[in-house]
């Protein structure tokens, strides 16, 4: 029996745990179990999983069980559903009917109750089975099923290998054991506008795929095409035609031979990590695993020279940014390592120079927008030459943007006004953000901006004024320590007195005794 999954929903946790240690007892193994407070969470986990069952209440916060077995009708597939209750309401039966819901039971749990429900329920999931495995005999469904498992098994981990064996075996993929291999072919922008049929047509007119015996041909979740074959025999064709066609319009990786219906999920993750060097490739071929798994992978990223760029963005160095992008794109660094190093290095340039420049100075022109979404993903390109002219291309446009947004700011002297406004109501409730709508500026930028113009933090320089202001006050002995913490803008005396020690190295009434001493010589 497969394992099933089982979504419980109650808005009272002890249930929640009660239920699960009480159907885990009597069916031991044969629940994947998942839990939510609310019909608002429970759609959220069904979101991400696929949900065989469902145990619900009816009275929740947020949304409650009625709306959610409402929801549930919009879904496909969509899961049996289970309502558990302390209401015996006629209105809640008439839903539960219109809804079609398995069973409704009234709490307190009778357990006999329940377990006789999920044994009528398993008994119908397998008499559904029965009927689909006689539809899948029929020689018109046997591809199509045989591609509607793999493509499961492909996109789920919650499978294990006992699991994928009785799957694929349902499928009449036995012949997997013999020994196969897989392939992924990407279309690339010349293709793709031919459509997914046609291309499939294309590639079993060069594979011969579609009259090789055991050879079974579907799309990943990506829009690729995978290819498990018995034989090397249609790879090997496909990798003639592309040395032979350098305009062919796509890019194939391949997987080694292996052994076992089990083995389906490493053979196209070869194949996919395989097809990732097709960016680093100077003549179109098949790209063997076996070729690139023994590739470097131990290395360090430069991410310092990274946020050098970043550092030089609108300081009028673009000799030096070109430079220092040749650097960290350097391809004979990148030949030497896993493909992990240049999606590492892509990876880097986003966060801390691409992304970092929208965040502190706000959105450019269209032209830069439209090249960044190219740009922060290297598999939009077919050579790597592509994505580094594109790369040095933004990065120049953005100096040009960054130098321009900083030439504005200083001209209106913005932070000049904002740190006048901070020494007016620094005793006030004060943040960054308030100061930087203040002055009209990205809050982001402002950061930066007040950084370099004082020299610190917003945060430090408040403190520091704030202090300054304190020790002024702290010399008028009528004042209480309380009263200058609070004249001063601090929450707390508390908070003002462990903040003036750990500047100062004293305390306030030490800070005043001091002086007074001093006064009186």
């Given at each position: 029996?497969?394992?099933?999954?089982?979504?419980?929903?109650?808005?009272?946790?002890?249930?929640?745990?009660?239920?699960?240690?009480?159907?885990?007892?009597?069916?031991?193994?044969?629940?994947?179990?998942?839990?939510?407070?609310?019909?608002?969470?429970?759609?959220?986990?069904?979101?991400?999983?696929?949900?065989?069952?469902?145990?619900?209440d009816i009275r929740m916060p947020v949304m409650d069980g009625i709306t959610l077995i409402h929801r549930l009708q919009e879904r496909d597939p969509r899961p049996d559903v289970l309502i558990l209750s302390?209401?015996?309401?006629?209105?809640?039966?008439?839903?539960?009917?219109?809804?079609?819901?398995?069973?409704?039971?009234?709490?307190?749990?009778?357990?006999?109750?329940?377990?006789?429900?999920?044994?009528?329920?398993?008994?119908?999931?397998?008499?559904?089975?029965?009927?689909?495995?006689?539809?899948?005999?029929?020689?018109?469904?046997?591809?199509?099923?045989?591609?509607?498992?793999?493509?499961?098994?492909?996109?789920?981990?919650?499978?294990?290998?006992?699991?994928?064996?009785?799957?694929?075996?349902?499928?009449?993929?036995?012949?997997?054991?013999?020994?196969?291999?897989?392939?992924?072919?990407?279309?690339?922008?010349?293709?793709?506008?031919?459509?997914?049929?046609?291309?499939?047509?294309?590639?079993?007119?060069?594979?011969?795929?579609?009259?090789?015996?055991?050879?079974?041909?579907?799309?990943?979740?990506?829009?690729?095409?995978?290819?498990l074959t018995g034989s090397p025999v249609p790879i090997d064709r496909l990798s003639a035609y592309m040395k032979e066609h350098t305009s062919c319009g796509f890019q194939a990786g391949a997987s080694g031979?292996?052994?076992?219906?089990?083995?389906?999920?490493?053979?196209?993750?070869?194949?996919?990590?395989?097809?990732?060097?097709?960016?680093?490739?100077?003549?179109?071929?098949?790209?063997?695993?076996?070729?690139?798994?023994?590739?470097?992978?131990?290395?360090?990223?430069?991410?310092?020279?990274?946020?050098?760029?970043?550092?030089?963005?609108?300081?009028?160095?673009?000799?030096?940014?070109?430079?220092?992008?040749?650097?960290?794109?350097?391809?004979?660094?990148?030949?030497?390592?896993?493909?992990?190093?240049?999606?590492?290095?892509?990876?880097?340039?986003?966060?801390?120079?691409?992304?970092?420049?929208?965040?502190?100075?706000?959105?450019?022109?269209?032209?830069?927008?439209?090249?960044?979404?190219?740009?922060?993903?290297?598999?939009?390109?077919?050579?790597?030459?592509?994505?580094?002219?594109?790369?040095?291309?933004?990065?120049?446009?953005?100096?040009?943007?960054?130098?321009?947004?900083?030439?504005?700011?200083?001209?209106?002297?913005?932070?000049?006004?904002?740190?006048?406004?901070?020494?007016?109501?620094?005793?006030?409730?004060?943040?960054?953000?308030?100061?930087?709508?203040?002055?009209?500026?990205?809050?982001?930028?402002?950061?930066?901006?007040?950084?370099?113009?004082?020299?610190?933090?917003?945060?430090?320089?408040?403190?520091?004024?704030?202090?300054?202001?304190?020790?002024?006050?702290?010399?008028?002995?009528?004042?209480?320590?309380?009263?200058?913490?609070?004249?001063?803008?601090?929450?707390?005396?508390?908070?003002?007195?462990?903040?003036?020690?750990?500047?100062?190295?004293?305390?306030?009434?030490?800070?005043?005794?001091?002086?007074?001493?001093?006064?009186?010589?």
């Amino acid at each position: 029996m497969l394992m099933r999954s089982l979504l419980i929903v109650d808005d009272e946790k002890n249930i929640r745990v009660g239920l699960k240690a009480m159907i885990d007892r009597e069916f031991t193994g044969a629940y994947t179990f998942y839990f939510a407070a609310d019909g608002e969470e429970a759609l959220q986990v069904l979101d991400e999983t696929d949900i065989d069952l469902v145990i619900t209440d009816i009275r929740m916060p947020v949304m409650d069980g009625i709306t959610l077995i409402h929801r549930l009708q919009e879904r496909d597939p969509r899961p049996d559903v289970l309502i558990l209750s302390g209401y015996d309401d006629f209105q809640y039966a008439k839903a539960a009917i219109r809804f079609d819901v398995k069973e409704y039971l009234l709490k307190p749990i009778v357990r006999d109750e329940l377990f006789r429900v999920l044994r009528r329920l398993e008994a119908e999931w397998q008499r559904e089975n029965e009927v689909a495995d006689e539809l899948r005999n029929s020689l018109a469904l046997k591809a199509e099923f045989a591609v509607t498992q793999l493509q499961n098994v492909l996109l789920h981990d919650r499978y294990h290998a006992e699991e994928i064996r009785e799957l694929l075996r349902k499928a009449a993929l036995v012949w997997m054991d013999e020994g196969y291999h897989a392939a992924v072919v990407r279309m690339t922008d010349k293709s793709r506008m031919a459509g997914r049929a046609e291309f499939m047509y294309r590639i079993d007119k060069i594979t011969g795929c579609d009259t090789e015996p055991n050879c079974i041909r579907f799309y990943d979740k990506d829009d690729r095409l995978v290819i498990l074959t018995g034989s090397p025999v249609p790879i090997d064709r496909l990798s003639a035609y592309m040395k032979e066609h350098t305009s062919c319009g796509f890019q194939a990786g391949a997987s080694g031979r292996l052994l076992g219906m089990e083995t389906v999920k490493k053979s196209y993750g070869q194949a996919v990590a395989a097809i990732a060097y097709s960016l680093l490739q100077t003549a179109p071929d098949v790209i063997r695993a076996e070729e690139v798994g023994d590739k470097n992978k131990e290395f360090r990223l430069p991410t310092e020279d990274v946020q050098k760029i970043a550092n030089l963005l609108g300081l009028d160095k673009e000799a030096e940014l070109k430079r220092l992008l040749q650097h960290v794109l350097d391809i004979r660094t990148i030949m030497r390592y896993d493909i992990r190093y240049l999606e590492g290095v892509s990876q880097a340039l986003n966060e801390h120079v691409f992304d970092k420049v929208f965040q502190v100075y706000g959105e450019g022109s269209i032209e830069i927008l439209k090249l960044h979404r190219t740009v922060g993903d290297i598999y939009n390109f077919i050579h790597f030459h592509d994505y580094f002219h594109s790369a040095q291309s933004l990065l120049l446009l953005l100096n040009d943007y960054v130098r321009q947004v900083r030439s504005v700011y200083n001209d209106r002297s913005d932070i000049g006004r904002a740190i006048s406004y901070i020494q007016e109501h620094y005793h006030e409730d004060l943040n960054m953000a308030m100061v930087s709508n203040h002055v009209s500026l990205n809050y982001s930028y402002f950061s930066q901006a007040f950084k370099d113009y004082t020299g610190e933090t917003f945060v430090s320089y408040l403190r520091k004024l704030r202090l300054n202001k304190a020790k002024e006050l702290l010399m008028r002995p009528e004042l209480k320590v309380y009263e200058i913490s609070a004249m001063v803008g601090f929450e707390n005396v508390k908070h003002f007195t462990r903040v003036f020690k750990e500047t100062e190295g004293v305390s306030p009434l030490e800070y005043r005794a001091m002086n007074e001493t001093l006064r009186g010589q």
